[in-house]
């Protein structure tokens, strides 16, 4: 069952970005297309059932925490701090990033093949060539990577913030 909840979309805005179609071609189309490809589909259904509360997702299923940050980025988009075109991005983003944790290998490296993060991005891969949101979708939890490892060793690892940051523009 799709998560999305009704008028919180990004086709109220009709941004567009490149769709994959049969035949590895392109077409541009609306966000919302691809949103709405991505829900359809049955890996997405299952897998945002998936989870437990736990440290770093209290709220426990991917569908809990998906509906947690739309919220969040509803009220940045009503209050003027979201742009339509971020908005109709970001909501794509939000729908895949987490989407395959179930699939995953537990406690893979980001880059390895068998993460979530790497299981997302072969997903939205198959419905958009965006590399702006493919990299985000890679490196997402790169962040809270780093500042867990600080947390929990007491110390930073710049070498591996730089080299993910050298990844993004």
């Known amino acids: 069952r799709a998560v999305r909840r009704s008028g919180a979309s990004s086709s109220q805005h009709g941004g567009c ?11 541009v189309v609306a966000t919302n297309v691809i949103l709405n490809r991505i829900i359809a589909d049955p890996r ?4 945002v059932a998936y989870g437990e509360p736990r440290r770093g997702h209290a709220e426990g299923t991917v569908a809990a925490h998906i509906l947690q940050l739309e919220d969040n980025l509803h009220a940045l988009a009503n209050a003027g701090m ?5 908005e109709d991005r970001l909501i794509i983003l939000i729908h895949v990033h987490d989407s395959f944790k179930m699939d995953a290998k537990r ?3 980001i880059e390895d093949s068998q993460s979530h993060a790497s299981l997302a991005r072969s997903f939205l891969a198959e419905f958009t060539d965006d590399n702006d949101l493919l990299q985000i979708v890679q490196y997402h939890d790169l962040g809270y990577a780093v500042w867990r490892k600080f947390e929990d060793k007491g110390r930073l690892d710049p070498a591996r913030l730089d080299a993910g940051l050298s990844t993004i523009k």
Not at 44 to 47: A, G, I, L, V
């Open 17 to 27: 970005l490149s769709l994959r179609l049969k035949e590895n071609t392109m077409a």
């Open 44 to 47: 997405y259904q299952r897998n």
């Open 82 to 86: 979201v742009s339509p075109d971020q």
């Open 107 to 109: 406690n893979a490296a």
